[in-house]
């Protein structure tokens, strides 16, 4: 069966830096869409960047360019999300999610969970300040 597996969450202080991954098995997303979503307590789950099959493309939002990049390792079947100068808004559970419908370019349409078939069981990351 398919599975997204996250890794690299935990608990740091307000400007450090983590690095999340995603391992897909199952199936491959090489020619997919992927991307990252978080989830903070009490809030709706919120799309944070995305990366288009080829890896030359890529979105995030607003809150987190210049701070994080998303990117993918076509050949090992994983993603994942650099995340530097961290802020205590940042802590949430974070997702990642894979499109595994549509042809490989990446739309604005993927900031919407709905535009994603597959998802990971979460890695919580904290921020303290």
């Not at 398919?2 to 400007?15: D, F, I, K, R, W």
């Not at 890896?55 to 993918?72: E, L, P, Q």
Request: hydrophobic share 35%; aromatic share 12%; with cysteine.
């Amino acid at each position: 069966q398919v599975q997204l597996v996250e890794s690299g969450g935990g608990l740091v202080q307000a400007g450090d830096s983590l690095r999340l991954s995603c391992a897909a098995s199952g199936r491959t997303f090489s020619n997919h869409v992927m991307g990252w979503f978080r989830q903070a307590p009490g809030k709706e789950r919120e799309f944070v960047a995305a990366i288009s099959g080829s890896g030359d493309s890529t979105y995030y939002t607003n809150s987190v360019k210049g701070r994080f990049t998303i990117s993918r390792d076509r050949a090992k079947n994983t993603l994942y999300l650099q995340m530097n100068s961290l802020k205590p808004e940042d802590t949430a559970v974070y997702y990642c999610a894979a499109d595994g419908t549509r042809p490989e370019t990446l739309v604005v349409f993927h900031k919407l969970a709905s535009w994603y078939d597959y998802w990971g069981q979460g890695t919580q990351v904290t921020v303290s300040s």
